[in-house]
């Protein structure tokens, strides 16, 4: 057992609140951020005051402190039905051939969550590119090269009848049409005993693919969300190279353990620095963003027993 886990957290957390949105909010958490033009770029979860999730673009030139956009992101979008619907939320991002694509949550009360892509280059225009799942299907990170000459992505589809909620590999010729599905990793006992999704998308190291995700162990009192990390393999990402027992980061702080839905850490985005340092940006208690930070080597030491 490890004394200590490779995150640590940002000492002036939460670094968004929902007073940090202008005009205000309910909430903001889940959310996306990659490097943009010298600085960094964001596209956040907001929930309203009428509890409806949206996304909303931001801007920060250190990653810590952001200048959000009032209005949420207008979609352009040539076909009515694959628009944005009732809530769109936790979105992942990722810089892919020069454009930046943004997979979320797509949903809506009749029929529930399918899996959303759109794309930008300059964060100022983004093009709604299509559902990509039937519900319900959602956590869906691509990953940042093709894989073999394919694009590639992970995704939880939910359960059904209690089964286990796991993490599925797929892959696409274009972006749009998805097939060639793998089982890549599922729950196990301990922290991660009821469901497990992907967080921020995968990012390469020598060692194989490092995925920060996300577990659910169930208590009497509720869900606990907790945070991992493991190594895929690099030529066959569907493939376990190595998953620590312990996780890296679990709710403690009192803006994770109070909120919206207590007991949360949720990584959606992780930003690599020149100098190794990884900014593990995550949801807290379903009301707002905070940041971790930690050292790529020893992120991929500590999945491989060496931390």
């Given at each position: 057992m490890s004394s200590q886990t490779p995150l640590k957290r940002y000492d002036g957390n939460?670094?968004?609140?929902?007073?940090?949105v202008p005009g205000g909010c309910h909430s903001v958490f889940n959310s996306a951020v990659v490097p943009f033009g010298g600085g960094y770029?964001?596209?956040?979860?907001?929930?309203?005051r009428d509890l409806f999730s949206r996304l909303h673009r931001g801007r920060s030139?250190?990653?810590i402190a952001w200048k959000m956009e009032a209005d949420p992101i207008r979609f352009e979008c040539d076909e009515p039905d694959f628009a944005p619907l009732e809530h769109t939320y936790d979105p992942r991002m990722t810089r892919l051939e020069d454009r930046y694509y943004i997979t979320y949550a797509n949903h809506d009360a009749a029929h529930g969550s399918r899996i959303g892509l759109a794309v930008?280059?300059?964060f100022?225009?983004?093009?709604?590119?299509?559902?990509?799942?039937?519900?319900?299907?959602?956590n869906a990170v691509l990953f940042p090269e093709r894989i073999g000459g394919v694009y590639a992505r992970l995704?939880?589809?939910?359960?059904a009848g209690g089964e286990p909620a796991e993490i599925w590999y797929a892959e696409s010729p274009d972006l749009i049409h998805w097939g060639r599905f793998r089982f890549c990793m599922g729950p196990r006992p301990g922290w991660a005993e009821y469901k497990v999704g992907a967080g921020p998308p995968p990012i390469r190291t020598p060692e194989g693919w490092?995925?920060?995700y996300h577990g659910i162990r169930r208590t009497y009192r509720g869900d606990v969300y907790c945070a991992g990390a493991a190594l895929l393999d690099l030529e066959e990402p569907w493939k376990v190279v190595a998953r620590p027992a312990e996780y890296v980061l679990a709710p403690s702080e009192p803006y994770e353990r109070a909120g919206d839905v207590p007991n949360v850490v949720f990584p959606c985005a992780a930003v690599v620095e020149p100098n190794g340092e990884v900014k593990v940006y995550y949801g807290a208690a379903d009301s707002c963003v905070a940041l971790a930070t930690g050292q790529l080597a020893d992120l991929v030491?500590?999945?491989l027993g060496q931390g």
């Open positions: 939460p670094i968004l609140r929902p007073e940090d770029a964001g596209v956040f979860r907001v929930e309203g030139a250190d990653g930008t280059e300059d100022e225009t983004f093009r709604q590119i299509g559902n990509l799942s039937a519900p319900n299907n959602r995704e939880r589809p939910f359960a490092l995925l920060i030491a500590f999945c």
